[in-house]
């Protein structure tokens, strides 16, 4: 598949706009919000490009050459993406994989009809060898849009189906952004050059069966009987050539999802004996790449039901997840169902 599908020059805001602009009761607010939060980004590749340089990998308990506390890259990452967010007055609170509570807007500032919910930097065990990390973020509208008061713990956990728009900000080879509104999923390659986000990808769609499947299979002993099952199966020989599959993980779920877009396949991280909930989280780190993969034409799973339909109880709760092409995700149901979700040992 081209990396480039598209002739237009266009850049994330203008597209973005012109979106916007579909929809006659549009006050440009949500646009302006995407403007700041790009620029987040914006800076994260510039500060992730960097990074070994400048001393912001490894603790926090270091202070550099300046007389400064050195931060983790993560950390830095929650606090560039708060310092871009909380004055905009687009924002009535936020949340994020980095803390524990809301993060509210400080009382100076207006409080805005939307919610942004952030992974600042997804990877972390990658974050200190140089290999592609993310962030990832979900948009929802606050329950109540005509309040300006602080937003609620109920605006960050509403269900996935509510967002009004996700992304991902993988920082590769290249810096990409994958971004949808519930109108398909394009791609947008930062060119550091102009400090531009370009369109490279219209409308992206997942093939409906790949032969890549992805997971941590060091956790193996400890599936569902269905997910061994499934991938004893994706690993024997079929005669017209369809398996066996091939493995790929980077372990960083924003790269291994975008591969998945570009080539289909399946991503898995079951729940196991000792992560009932599997490990990923349901409100910052799935819910996005849920809504990412059905509009790009996948499917997203716990394996029991549409991730995008769970009623999140808490923050940082887990689920267990399944995502990818339909074909795929749909066999290893059929597997969860004929074995069960029983473990063994
Ligand atoms: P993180 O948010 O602390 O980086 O954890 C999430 C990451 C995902 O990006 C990735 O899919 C998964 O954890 C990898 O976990 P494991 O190392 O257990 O395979
Ligand atoms: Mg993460």
């Known amino acids: 598949m081209p990396l480039l599908n598209t002739s237009k020059l266009i850049t994330i805001e203008r597209h973005i706009t012109e979106e916007g602009s579909l929809h006659p009761e549009s006050t440009g607010e949500f646009s302006r919000l995407l403007r700041d939060l790009t620029l987040a980004l914006r800076v994260l590749a510039r500060d992730v490009r960097r990074a070994g340089l400048s001393d912001i990998l490894g603790m926090t308990e270091a202070t550099n050459v300046h007389g400064e506390v050195v931060k983790r890259l993560d950390q830095h990452a929650n606090d560039v993406i708060f310092r871009a967010m909380d004055h905009g007055g687009h924002l009535c609170v936020m949340a994020s994989e980095e803390s524990d509570g809301l993060i509210r807007i400080p009382d100076e500032y207006r409080n805005g009809k939307y919610?942004?919910?952030?992974?600042?930097?997804?990877?972390?065990?990658?974050?200190?060898?140089?290999?592609?990390?993310?962030?990832?973020?979900?948009?929802?509208?606050?329950?109540?849009?005509?309040?300006?008061?602080?937003?609620?713990?109920?605006?960050?956990?509403?269900?996935?189906?509510?967002?009004?728009?996700?992304?991902?900000?993988?920082?590769?080879?290249?810096?990409?952004?994958?971004?949808?509104?519930?109108?398909?999923?394009?791609?947008?390659?930062?060119?550091?050059?102009?400090?531009?986000?370009?369109?490279?990808?219209?409308?992206?769609?997942?093939?409906?069966?790949?032969?890549?499947?992805?997971?941590?299979?060091?956790?193996?002993?400890?599936?569902?009987?269905?997910?061994?099952?499934?991938?004893?199966?994706?690993?024997?020989?079929?005669?017209?050539?369809?398996?066996?599959?091939?493995?790929?993980?980077?372990?960083?779920?924003?790269?291994?999802?975008?591969?998945?877009?570009?080539y289909g396949g399946i991503f898995m991280y079951p729940a196991d004996t000792t992560s009932p909930n599997g490990k990923l989280r349901l409100v910052y780190e799935l819910n996005p790449m849920a809504f990412i993969v059905e509009q790009a034409g996948g499917r997203a799973t716990t394996g029991k039901q549409r991730i995008l339909d769970l009623q999140p109880e808490s923050l940082h709760q887990r689920a267990p997840c399944y995502m990818g092409s339909v074909d795929d995700v749909q066999e290893l149901e059929r597997y969860l169902t004929d074995y069960g979700d029983e473990f063994y040992g």
């Open 115 to 262: 919610v942004l919910v952030f992974d600042p930097l997804d990877g972390s065990s990658n974050i200190d060898v140089n290999v592609s990390i993310g962030t990832i973020f979900s948009i929802y509208k606050r329950l109540d849009p005509s309040l300006t008061t602080p937003g609620t713990l109920e605006d960050c956990l509403q269900p996935g189906y509510e967002q009004v728009a996700a992304g991902y900000a993988m920082y590769g080879s290249s810096t990409q952004l994958v971004y949808t509104s519930g109108n398909g999923v394009d791609v947008f390659t930062f060119d550091p050059t102009i400090g531009e986000f370009l369109l490279t990808f219209e409308k992206i769609r997942i093939p409906k069966r790949g032969k890549i499947y992805s997971v941590n299979s060091g956790n193996s002993h400890k599936w569902p009987k269905g997910v061994r099952e499934y991938v004893t199966h994706l690993l024997q020989k079929a005669p017209d050539g369809s398996r066996p599959y091939s493995l790929r993980y980077v372990g960083t779920m924003v790269a291994d999802i975008h591969r998945t877009l570009h």
